[in-house]
């Protein structure tokens, strides 16, 4: 099993000078893909990519051309982009929206032709000023070159695209949350059954939402066909993926790999990939799909990354970001971290998440601060039990959406894995790992 | 927390003597703490006026803290409060009505042509308007550090040199 033989499809261009400009995309062959979508009717675009079987890449992993397939068919339908990348450990969409902007603007136009959409919305994160930039800059040079706006390429189809920089809140990555904050109105969630944004979503219209990466794929499907993607990778894993690896290794960074065909291990100890854990330490655990998937431990190491064979064992792909963790991190502190940042981006809109997640946050305070109680084991695992009924994965809810019961998995991962390492914080009044100052620091930020 | 922020953070507080939320006495830094600036790969990472800096230490903080002092990176970090550069010229205005008349697939019956539109130039300091001139478009400004992590794509923190390649910028 090699991990390098596969084409790279989305991030091909990356790292080549000047990548960001028309110039360069035409130089390697781009707009070719949308020119051939074209020439295609948008129910052959929608089944090439129907062939292809893309799951979306943001995390829930639904075949794209099946949820283009859900639209209830009325007039107007949009599509909407999201690039509101802000889980922790996730950078992939980073890298896309700032390396191939153009490549971006091709899969949503390919996205929207299948779909028949009447505008596309580029929603963006406010907090890449460089990507909504160089964002911006490409969607003027395409609307200049004549692949955006009216009667594109001569075939008579039109269509408008704009970029939408988001202001600055996890929650509107959720795809109703970010259709409320397009339409204006604050990143609540919508309740969602009955209506799904593809009969429901923005202006009341059906809408698509789709990954940044999911829509990247696209000029590569229609170029190479279908066929050709669903070849790479197994089961409902099909294509390539790009991984985002961070933490304890010694080669962090992004690698677009073949779905399903690597394991833990080989991404996280290949010298071509991770290279190994810094310091040559023990692996202690591992996210394996950002920090709302529960951790795995090394005896998961020999799982292969593709969706289902995750799921096997518990966990999930999400959006393919990848944390080891050695031997000298500390998990209280770890997931006292994961908890403050959900309940710092909680919209506050369900009270389970709302005050569920700030007694999370305070119990594992003061557990890390050796002011903890034996009993506030069971009182973490209640308040979980509160958000995410069970604390079983996949999760059940109490919550509109799944930002409460992202919160749960890094505690019971901590409780069923390290119990012990709990108990030493609370029997010896302190955190037994280095360094000492940062319980300062915890109770001042 | 993995990568040494809170290390980082503790030396940020100590080089520039104010706690997060303060603002030094001649008004030049203002120190926040952040969670996900989306740059894992190069963590611990600071932002300065949304300008990432990746791969930071006490040492590079130092060094990013002198030069933004002395005025050197003004090319790359805009002023406080500037998001984007670069004006849109296409798409939606803020009626809502497409100034490209485009509207959407079914618009068009007229057998209306392509009317390709002007790339309105932002108006780019006077350095980047230098390379603008040569042919490369309309200036965009890189942060060049941003660039090399950018592109550190093969799990490969970017050579070393390569972050500073200036080469890229324009």
Known sequence: MTVTDAPRIVTRRIGRPRSWTLESYLRDGGYDGLRKALTMTPEQVHDDVNVANILGRGGAGFEAGRKWGMMRPAEPVYLAINGDESEPATFKDHMLIEGDPHLLIEGALICAYAIRADQVFLFVRGEFPLGIERLQHALNEAYAYGAVGRDIFGSGWSIDVVVHPGAGAYICGEETALLESLEGKRGYPRIKPPFFPAAIGLYGAPTIVNNVETVANLPWVLLEGGSAFAALGEGRSKGTKLLALAGHVKRPGNYELEFAKVSFRELIYDPRLGGGIRDDNELKAFIPGGVSSPWLGPEHLDVALANEKIAEVGSMAGSGSVVPMDDTTCTVRAAWRIVRFFHRESCGQCTPCREGGGWLEKILRRIEQGQGREADLDLLMDVCDNISPGVRWPPAQTTICVLGPSMPPAVAAGLTRFRDEYLTHIRQGRCPFPPDRIPRRMAGV | ?170
Do not use: K
């Open chain 2, 1 to 170: 927390m993995l990568q040494g922020a809170y290390e980082l953070l503790d030396h940020a507080e100590q080089r520039l003597g104010i706690a997060p939320g303060g603002t030094t006495a001649d008004a030049m830094f203002t120190l926040e703490d952040a969670e996900c600036l989306a740059l894992c790969g190069n963590a611990p990472c600071v932002t300065v006026n949304w300008r990432y800096f990746g791969d930071m230490d006490p040492a590079s903080f130092d060094g990013l803290v002198d030069e933004l002092a002395a005025g050197d990176l003004d090319d790359e970090v805009p002023p406080h409060g500037v998001l984007s550069r670069v004006e849109r010229s296409g798409g939606l205005r803020a009626a809502g009505a497409s100034v490209h008349g485009a509207g959407g697939p079914r618009s068009v019956t007229d057998g209306a042509v392509a009317r390709p539109v002007r790339v309105d130039e932002p108006t780019p300091p006077a350095e980047a308007r230098t390379d603008a001139a040569a042919g490369a478009g309309p200036g965009l400004l890189v942060t060049v550090r941003t660039t090399a992590a950018t592109v550190a794509l093969d799990g490969g923190r970017p050579a070393a040199g390569g972050s500073e390649d200036r080469t890229e910028a324009g």
